[in-house]
T-cell receptor, first 115, second 115 residues
């Protein structure tokens, strides 16, 4: 069965500081991995995705994520956080397995940005 | 592209009433997903369709919930009768199964309040 764990429910970071959000997954085949962001009152927006190739992927809004197969992780990073990055972030896994094109989402990490 | 369109954006109804939520997926997408989001349970997949056919409805909480996709550009999620515990934000998402990329694009959601 596929699953995603985001160990941190809340993270508080100062504006301008770096941010790293953790994501661990379990998937029986080659995983496709995603990070989504949800601002208050909004739907989920795709930040970036990993299918294959370079394990460091760049996304929108200055975010990047690194796929580490040996650790079953896909952590999201941003070098310098802006106040507008305050939101909830979701990691998701899917792929060409028995689950079809269904995605499994983690529980989310809520990011608060201090001035 | 207009993105995924959901209506209404907000719905307030009384317990026992029928509620119908609507979704128009992105043109050309052939997979459609209905999710429910609450503080307590997070993001839950209710049902998804491929080429207008329901593939997995194991997430539908009970028989009061039903979903249809009569054509490639329209889907409904109906709750009859509604109960206060159905209060949540309901999201529709679509993806292109044929592209093999699996990323889902979310609508803005419908915030349902059942009193």
């Amino acid at each position: 069965a596929q699953s995603v764990t985001q160990p941190d429910i809340h993270i508080t970071v100062s504006e301008g500081a770096s941010l790293e959000l953790r994501c661990n997954y379990s998937y029986g085949a080659t995983p496709y991995l995603f990070w989504y962001v949800q601002s208050p009152g909004q739907g989920l927006q795709l930040l970036l995705k990993y299918f294959s190739g370079d394990t460091l992927v760049q996304g929108i809004k200055g975010f990047e994520a690194e796929f580490k197969r040996s650790q079953s992780s896909f952590n999201l990073r941003k070098p310098s956080v802006h106040w507008s990055d305050a939101a909830e972030y979701f990691c998701a896994v899917g792929g060409a397995g028995a689950a079809g094109n269904k995605l499994t989402f983690g529980g989310g990490t809520r990011v608060l940005v201090k001035p | 592209d207009a993105g995924v369109i959901q209506s209404p954006r907000h719905e307030v109804t009384e317990m026992g009433q029928e509620v119908t939520l609507r979704c128009k997926p992105i043109s050309g997408h052939n997979s459609l997903f209905w999710y429910r989001q609450t503080m307590m349970r997070g993001l839950e997949l209710l049902i998804y369709f491929n080429n207008n056919v329901p593939i997995d409805d194991s997430g539908m909480p009970e028989d009061r919930f039903s979903a249809k996709m009569p054509n490639a550009s329209f889907s409904t999620l109906k709750i009859q009768p509604s109960e206060p515990r159905d209060s949540a934000v309901y999201f529709c998402a679509s993806s292109s199964r044929d592209s093999g990329s699996y990323e889902q694009y979310f609508g803005p959601g419908t915030r349902l309040t059942v009193t």
